[in-house]
């Protein structure tokens, strides 16, 4: 028979998973660190750090202007002055590709960030108090999430024209949409957890427990999120601009790049094969990036689970 004396010896039982207040998030320093255990995540992190270099001081270093014309030199072929060519109007490919990146990187993070500031809180509040307002908002979601993201980019834009704040703008309302579902349906598995139920007890206000105990809680996921917008940012936005939807044609972009070069891609590729591997490298060293920052923090990235 056990006694008292065995059963306090032994100290109070551990607490169940149901008791256990889920992981907080991880600290900077310890996600730099699985990060460099990986090689694939060390080429992807290598890859982003030299396109956000490059786009950094791009301005700085570009060797000619990005709108200079050299009649005498269309569509030039790589030389010592030209190390990618020239374009259709004499235009340095090498200046054009270097401040592109520019753009592409300004919008994605852009659009990525406020979609995942205002999806992120509205998907905690609307997991966290439910009721009609979860009901009306989640139904308007699912009716604007069964519309081709691509139709809505090109209908808001048509509406309020071209420039990089509408399409900021669009690519932000098109991924709060998914982010607001995402960010639900993770905090409705953390509402039920007893140092919600506790919090509420202690008559803490709802913005109190959604700041403090509901954040923490699914800041690791947003993160991922935040990655992964920003990896399909890019692809929107240089693919808006071969539609011809992006920016003025003056402007240095991938997209626009290869929409106007197309044409002469039999007989000077470099003015198409530039942007085009700028933009897959970018998008190939974020989704390298966003796999390792993933598995540091313990996420599923298809299903933003916990593994």
């Not at 509402?191 to 709802?206: C, H, L, M, Q, S």
Request: hydrophobic residues 50%.
């Amino acid at each position: 028979m056990t006694t008292t004396a065995s059963l306090t010896s032994a100290g109070p039982p551990s607490p169940t998973n149901e008791q256990r207040r889920p992981r907080r998030a991880a600290t900077p320093l310890g996600i730099w660190r699985t990060l460099l255990r990986s090689p694939t995540t060390r080429v992807g992190v290598v890859i982003l750090s030299i396109h956000l270099l490059v786009a950094l001081i791009s301005p700085w270093i570009a060797p000619y202007s990005a709108t200079a014309l050299d009649p005498a030199n269309l569509y030039g072929a790589p030389s010592w002055g030209h190390p990618f060519g020239a374009d259709q109007y004499g235009r340095d490919v090498l200046t054009r590709v270097m401040l592109g990146g520019r753009l592409a990187l300004m919008i994605s993070l852009s659009a990525s960030l406020l979609a995942v500031l205002v999806g992120g809180l509205l998907g905690i509040w609307l997991g966290y108090v439910g009721g009609l307002l979860d009901e009306v908002v989640m139904r308007l979601v699912d009716a604007t999430l069964a519309l081709p993201g691509l139709l809505l980019l090109l209908t808001i834009i048509t509406v309020f024209g071209g420039g990089w704040r509408v399409i900021l703008g669009s690519l932000g309302l098109l991924y709060v949409q998914r982010i607001i579902r995402i960010v639900r349906a993770a905090t409705l598995d953390v509402v039920p957890r007893d140092f919600i139920t506790a919090a509420r007890a202690r008559g803490e206000r709802a913005t109190t427990i959604v700041w403090r105990e509901l954040l923490p809680n699914v800041r690791d996921l947003l993160l991922v999120e935040f990655a992964i917008r920003a990896s399909w940012s890019v692809v929107a936005v240089s693919g808006l601009a071969f539609l011809g939807f992006g920016v003025p044609p003056t402007t240095p972009d991938w997209g626009l790049m290869i929409a106007e070069n197309r044409q002469a891609l039999a007989y000077a590729p470099w003015c198409t094969l530039y942007p085009v591997l700028a933009i897959s490298s970018l998008v190939i060293g974020f989704n390298l990036a966003i796999d390792g920052v993933a598995k540091a923090l313990g996420l599923d990235r298809m299903h933003g689970a916990p593994q």
